[in-house]
């Protein structure tokens, strides 16, 4: 199975701060990378899809970037939405697995 | 409005067995891969396996922790997902949410991605 790792687990942040959080693949997956976010209370809702496609509806403030085995999620000007817990997910090849999740917390 | 809904969660004693469910309503149910996704108690989301559309002849495809356990099925008729999971065990204790694996065509490659979620259903294995 194809290991994701993000960094870092868990991070403080302002309101108006830039956020980045990387996600590192243990192979190459070329762009076939996810982002989710996930607020408490609700289900997880995709942000980003093939590494860098804004999802419909998802604020321009949210960027992914990256292919092979490194990418990462930036999110500019939080907002106090924008809290919550962000994963990555691999789809080059099933199992789909998911990142271990980083906190985003205030 | 595109929904899933789930039902059938409970607790189960190791061992067991249980069938969850999820109806889905507002998109056509037959024309998308159908997935689980769980969420442990304290831990992250683990992908558990999908269902593939009638043109893939449902062909199923699983997580390693619950293959040979755990069974996805549908019923296009009915607009919905099963998920038959036997000889439970504790570290199946989890939410299991119902996803539409949405597939994106970017011309050259097939992506998916999970663009609706269930609220999930919550099941726990213990005696």
């Known amino acids: 199975d194809i290991q994701m790792t993000q960094s870092p687990s868990s991070l403080s942040a302002s309101v108006g701060d830039r956020v980045t959080i990387t996600c590192r693949a243990s192979q190459k997956i070329n762009n076939y990378l996810n982002w989710y976010q996930r607020r408490p209370g609700e289900a997880p809702k995709v942000l980003i899809y093939a590494a860098s496609t804004l999802q419909s509806g998802v604020p321009s403030r949210f960027t992914g970037s990256g292919s092979a085995t490194d990418f990462t999620l930036t999110i500019d000007t939080l907002q106090p939405e924008d809290f919550g817990t962000y994963y990555c997910?691999?789809?080059?090849?099933?199992?789909?697995?998911f990142g271990q999740g980083t906190k985003v917390e205030i | 409005e595109e929904q899933l809904v789930e039902s059938g969660g409970g607790l189960v004693q190791p061992g067991g067995s249980l069938r969850v469910s999820c109806a889905a309503s507002g998109f056509n149910f037959s024309d998308h891969y159908m997935a689980w996704v769980r969420q442990a108690p304290g831990k992250g989301l683990e992908w558990v396996g999908r269902s593939r559309i009638a043109a893939n002849r449902y062909a199923t495809e699983y997580a390693a922790s619950v293959k040979g356990r755990f069974t996805i099925s549908r019923d296009d008729s009915k607009s919905s997902l099963y998920l038959e999971m036997n000889s439970l065990k504790t570290e199946d204790t989890a939410v299991y949410y119902c996803v539409r694996d949405k597939t994106f065509w970017s011309g050259r490659h097939f992506y998916y991605y999970m663009d609706v979620w269930g609220k999930g259903t919550t099941v726990t294995v213990s005696s």
């Open positions: 997910q691999q789809t080059y090849s099933t199992p789909y697995t």
